[in-house]
T-cell receptor, first 114, second 113 residues
Framework: DADVTQTPRNRITKTGKRIMLECSQTKGHDRMYWYRQDPGLGLRLIYY???????NKGEISDGYSVSRQAQAKFSLSLESAIPNQTALYFC?????????????FGEGSRLTVL | GESVGLHLPTLSVQEGDNSIINCAYSNSASDYFIWYKQESGKGPQFIID?????DKRQGQRVTVLLNKTVKHLSLQIAATQPGDSAVYFCAENGLGTASKLTFGTGTRLQVTL
């Protein structure tokens, strides 16, 4: 089984719908992240959480919200989806460390907003 | 603003040859760099990292070179194989951004037979 599991893997929805992407991990890491990937733009950070009580905005948090339900679970919500949120979304985890950056990624959730 | 970028969006290399993927960064405070490999339909996977107090680090068939003077990072893959075909991203961890990475736009490596 994958260490970082994302659900759903693919989702097609309509403008204005609420969508939740879920992430769970078995690595025992405290830190979890949500990234968005668009062609030609690389990976951009949406939100990150360094522990259950810590939530921080990344560079592109507008239109998104997150919930850290437990150490192992971090979900990303789009309250009212819009077409330019069509993208590939990745959840990632990392261990504690100021100068370590290795992220462990899930397989991605492809979201299409019509 | 600060950014991490790549010189070439696509690199085509013959099987068995060496590959060099380049990355320029602009944040002079960056002190930790990582290369990731992303195969089609998968999430990025860690390849190798290097800290700013080093200028070279070697792994299995891969070498990362860091030139802080010109803010340039490169990934060298020896004896490139078809399984190396993927998109490669460099990423940097700037000072004060503990464990948050800023990614470049990626270079696609195509290995021809």
């Amino acid at each position: 089984d994958a260490d970082v599991t994302q659900t759903p893997r693919n989702r097609i929805t309509k403008t204005g719908k609420r969508i939740m992407l879920e992430c769970s991990q078995t690595k025992g890491h405290d830190r979890m992240y949500w990234y968005r990937q668009d062609p030609g733009l690389g990976l951009r950070l949406i939100y990150y959480s360094f522990d259950v009580k810590d939530i921080n905005k990344g560079e592109i948090s507008d239109g998104y919200s997150v919930s850290r339900q437990a150490q192992a679970k971090f979900s990303l919500s789009l309250e009212s989806a819009i077409p330019n949120q069509t993208a590939l979304y990745f959840c990632a985890t990392s261990d504690f460390g100021w100068n370590t950056g290795e992220l462990f990624f899930g397989e991605g959730s492809r979201l299409t907003v019509l | 603003g600060e950014s991490v970028g790549l010189h070439l969006p696509t690199l085509s290399v013959q099987e068995g040859d060496n590959s060099i993927i380049n990355c320029a960064y602009s944040n002079s405070a960056s002190d930790y760099f990582i290369w990731y490999k992303q195969e089609s339909g998968k999430g990025p996977q860690f390849i190798i990292d290097i800290r700013s107090n080093m200028d070279k680090r070697q792994g299995q068939r891969v070498t990362v070179l860091l030139n802080k003077t010109v803010k340039h990072l490169s990934l060298q893959i020896a004896a490139t194989q078809p399984g190396d075909s993927a998109v490669y991203f460099c990423a940097e961890n700037g000072l004060g951004t503990a464990s948050k990475l800023t990614f470049g736009t990626g270079t696609r490596l195509q290995v021809t037979l």
